[in-house]
């Protein structure tokens, strides 16, 4: 990705660079970012992905401070790391994802993503109650999905910086310490 | 005799292969340093200010790639032999961290530099085990302050028993909050808190930069203002015309003439794969512990027939390192949701906790450091164990961030003469020569140590208040702490030690050994490197002059 640093204007301006073809060069850059291609599922099938997407939100989900997992792109980061997981793994992902979907509709009639935000949240508080001690495969799921979007989510820009506020790295000409 | 066109071949450019090359070449002798990786550049190289979502997998690597490798990860893994590709028998006993580059592990190592003391040169007479080292702390004093002046430590002296105070160029990297807080509480139950003493610089010193607090020197820094032998030893030897550096050059086996003494190196070249020889007047081995002994046990000849210098049997036994305990966690109520400050600092923690079991009744032998692990740093702390999910979840992980103190054991570990490696004959490397295997594990002392740090770690966290999160009591295994050491040790008795009082081996009187191979016991404090620089400062001295007197070689 390319940026245009603070300290890269400043030196472009002091270079005697006009303040005009900047804000071109600057309107350009963003442009380019500003055009992601959507992400395409390495692993999982597009309604295993939405699902997967649907959950992480819901477990650590947009709140004043920061966006949720799905800003963060919990969901695709996830999905690259099953995709280079062993045959064993990405099967224990299949099988209990589709898991916790057969428990959305043995409690609410319907796949989970189709189920309104109450019907989502009495399955994952059911599933939640259970986490400490898993028994069955939809419980294996919410755990594993669980542990995923921390994984996922705190690594992310969205997670570390504007979530948890870490401040660094930053050259610093001194370090204070305790002050 | 056709004049020969070096004088010394040094192999390894770590710690004590570098020295070496230094000492010698300043000494007047023509020298070649053999290294078995490649030149690094450390702009593009270590990935200090990189942040996790800079990287494919965050940091991570994929999945399965480095579990458990400590120090080996996604932001290092350029630079590591990962054992699980270069393999041997058996990682789950002894992890072996190989780093195949100019400058070795001083490229990525933790940077503290106690001394060691007195009382660490002399177990066997002055506390009763183990065996002494062949030489005293008064003999070693002046070539830690060479090496100290070399290094630049950020210090200050304590007038601590058995820690001997250094030489710093500049003061110590100031306390964080939490730093402060956890002296103020292991005061009240007399346990001491120490500055670290650390080769990252607190002031400008050689040429180097001092530190600008990324906090990134476990993946190398960028600007060397860490110690390294590739940012602080190598250039001043470059250019020289008494000094050659060979990179890529994996050496095979040295060479012996008819009497059995050294007369030089093969090796490898790694790009060309072809088998080169080189030749001196005498031969330093400096690869590292493992890799030291494994060339020598690789060495076999008719006048050497168990492995050059091997005529004790003891190379490759005697296998030690660091030990180190599992983590036990503490979550500090009072440091939940605290101010967000930059407490990155100069990498790990700026304060340490030292061997302070020395008049207490112990039932074990050595002592240990607790080192701590505090700070706002560049992942969430403590996630596991939190009930439920959406903003509960998330509201919880944020109060916790920075409220975290993790405390580590890294104790001393006892010469056994059954902890070894030896040459496997089912296995080579990648270049075809023989590998070793490890036949090694962790004794009673060491498991009673282990449950003395636990007991302390506990009582540490009980006095800050800490909310204790659930552990297991476990030390990692044998060479997880990298410092491993003791395969061709320093002695008196030829017959029980492959090396004198000067790193000489007994059998042959041109060949040297410089790095912690020749180590007598492991170390109770952290940190080795500059143990290592300072022996091999020494015997390279003696070595220089039994090359100008024409004693040697």
Not at chain 1, 9 to 20: D, E, M, P, R
Request: glycine fraction near 10%.
């Amino acid at each position: 990705m390319t940026t245009i640093s603070r300290r890269t204007v400043l030196a472009l301006l002091s270079a005697g660079i006009a303040h005009t073809h900047l804000e071109a060069a600057a309107a350009a850059v963003l442009a380019w970012r500003q055009a992601p291609a959507a992400y395409v599922p390495a692993f999982f099938t597009a309604a295993e992905h939405h699902l997967l997407d649907v959950l992480t939100e819901l477990i650590l989900p947009a709140t004043p401070r920061s966006p949720g997992a799905h800003a963060a792109g919990v969901a695709d980061f996830v999905d690259l790391v099953v995709a280079h997981s062993t045959p064993e793994t990405q099967q224990a992902w299949r099988r209990e994802l589709l898991a916790l979907d057969d428990e959305a509709r043995r409690a609410g009639g319907t796949h989970f993503t189709a189920l309104a935000d109450h019907g989502r949240r009495r399955v994952l508080d059911a599933l939640s109650a259970e986490e400490a001690h898993p028994a069955t495969d939809a419980v294996r799921a919410f755990v594993r999905v669980k542990q995923a979007t921390i994984d996922g989510f705190y690594s992310s820009a969205i997670g570390l910086r504007q979530e948890l506020g870490y401040l660094g790295p930053q050259m610093l000409a001194e370090f204070k310490g305790c002050v | 005799m056709p004049q020969q066109p070096y004088d010394v071949i040094v192999v390894g450019s770590g710690a004590g292969g570098a020295t070496a090359a230094l000492v010698l070449v300043d000494a007047g002798a023509r020298v070649l340093l053999l290294e078995a990786g490649r030149m690094l550049t450390p702009a593009t190289d270590f990935l200090s200010h990189e942040m996790p979502w800079d990287l494919r997998f965050r940091g991570e690597g994929p999945p399965g790639a480095y579990d458990g490798l400590w120090k080996i990860n996604e932001y290092t893994a350029h630079l590591y032999t990962n054992p699980r590709e270069d393999t041997y028998d058996a990682l789950d006993r002894f992890h072996w961290t190989r780093l195949r580059a100019v400058g070795g592990r001083t490229n990525t190592w933790g940077r503290s530099c106690f001394r060691h003391g007195p009382l660490d040169f002399k177990p066997a007479s002055r506390q009763g085990y183990g065996d002494d080292w062949p030489l005293d702390y008064d003999e070693l004093a002046p070539y830690y302050d060479k090496v100290e002046r070399l290094v630049g430590l950020a210090g200050q002296s304590d007038r601590y028993p058995n820690m001997p105070d250094g030489i710093y160029a500049g003061p110590p990297h100031p306390w964080r909050c939490t730093e402060r807080d956890l002296k103020a509480a292991c005061d009240r139950i007399g346990v001491p808190v120490l500055g670290e003493r650390t080769a990252a610089l607190s002031v400008p010193h050689d040429g180097r930069p001092k530190c600008h607090y990324c906090s990134g020197c476990g993946r190398g820094c960028p600007v060397g203002a860490r110690f390294s032998t590739l940012d602080a030893i190598i250039p001043k030897l470059q250019g020289r015309p008494t000094f050659t550096l060979r990179t890529h050059a994996v050496a095979r086996e040295v060479l012996v003439d008819d009497r059995g003494h050294a007369r030089g190196v093969s090796f490898i070249d790694a790009v060309t794969r072809k088998e080169e020889e080189v030749h001196g007047r005498a031969v330093v081995l400096a690869a590292s512990t493992v890799e030291t002994g494994r060339l020598l046990l690789n060495s076999r000849s008719r006048q050497h027939p168990a492995g050059l210098a091997n005529s004790s049997g003891r190379i490759g036994h005697h296998l030690m390192d660091t030990i180190k305990s599992g983590p036990m966690v503490g979550i500090l109520p009072s440091w939940r949701n605290r101010p967000r400050v930059n407490d990155d600092g100069a990498g790990g923690s700026h304060a340490t906790i030292p061997r302070f079991n020395y008049d207490r009744t112990n039932g074990y032998h050595g002592g240990y450091f607790i080192l701590i692990g505090t700070g706002f740093g560049r992942g969430a702390t403590a996630t596991s164990g939190i009930p439920g999910y959406g903003a509960s979840l998330k509201e919880e992980i944020h109060s916790r961030y920075g409220s975290v103190l993790s405390l580590r054991g890294y104790g001393e570990s006892l010469s056994r003469y059954e902890n070894r490696f030896d040459i496997d004959p089912g296995r080579t490397d990648a270049f075809g020569i023989p590998q070793v295997r490890f036949t090694c594990g962790h004794g009673d002392n060491e498991r009673r140590m282990m449950e003395d740090m636990y007991g302390w770690m506990e009582r540490i966290l009980r006095a800050c208040d800490a909310e204790i999160l659930p552990y297991s009591k476990r030390l990692e295994p044998l060479g997880d702490a990298t410092h491993e050491c003791g395969t061709a040790r320093m002695g008196l008795d030829a017959k029980t030690s492959v090396l004198n009082r000067w790193g000489q081996a007994h059998d042959v009187p041109n060949l040297f050994v410089t790095d912690a191979s020749g180590f007598v016991t492991s170390p109770g404090t952290h940190g080795i490197t500059t143990w290592i620089m300072a022996l091999a400062w020494r015997a390279s001295e003696y070595l220089a002059e039994g090359l100008r007197t024409g004693d040697i070689g």
